[in-house]
């Protein structure tokens, strides 16, 4: 019996039209699958990743406020809302100065007797200040003019040991734009600062917010001597405005 065997057009026939379909269909399934699952853990990452720089901001904010205002040895101040020299602009909802003596500045104003002028008196010294913006949920801090890391010259009026007002010695801040300034942090969604008269201590309240994620801090922080106290801006609560 002759043994059949096939020819070369029957070997290099290939896939038919319908065998080329079920393969394409079954590829287009395994890859939507394999985008389904990769666009998952993207975007799991992406989360996870921004949760986390948002939970390091929202500390790494904490330990600056503390150490801004623990630094703050003359005292702090709290403006009025219609102080202009401090508040830059309406948009601002908390400000306040940290205020610290350079005794280089405050002889060359003339003063000489420091303790003598913080019981009653004036004090020329230098002044950081920090500044919230609730619309666009940032914390600026203000250091100086142009960048510059010596503070705000102020003069700070002094009644029975405590800070009564504060005036910058100079043009002041109120035409400052206060989104050139260094941003301390953003995704801010709540900023207040509060005086605790009887332990004197800051209370600072705040909250970090971004998508679904918030976090809460509620601190006290013990002043470094009886001079750091607030000034007008403290209401009847103990909270600036």
Known sequence: MAKY???KDELNKGFTIVELIIVIAI???VGLILGTLITTGVNLYQRQNKD???QTRSQLLQSQITTYITNADLGLYAPENGDAAFFPSKDVSTI???LTVNKDYYSSQGTADINKDIEAGTIHAKASVIA???ESGTVYYF????GAADGLPVTAVFESGVITSVTPDGSGIASEDITTWPVLSDYVSEFKIGYKGGDESV???MALEYSERTYNYDFTIALRNDTSLYGAGKNSDGASN
């Not at 250091?143 to 142009?146: H, I, K, S, Y």
């Open 132 to 134: 919230f913006n609730k």
């Open 52 to 54: 986390l720089n948002l």
């Open 143 to 146: 250091t100086g003019f142009n």
């Open 96 to 98: 306040f100065a940290m």
């Open 27 to 29: 590829m287009s399934i």
């Open 203 to 205: 209370n600072v309240q």
């Open 5 to 7: 065997e096939k020819g």
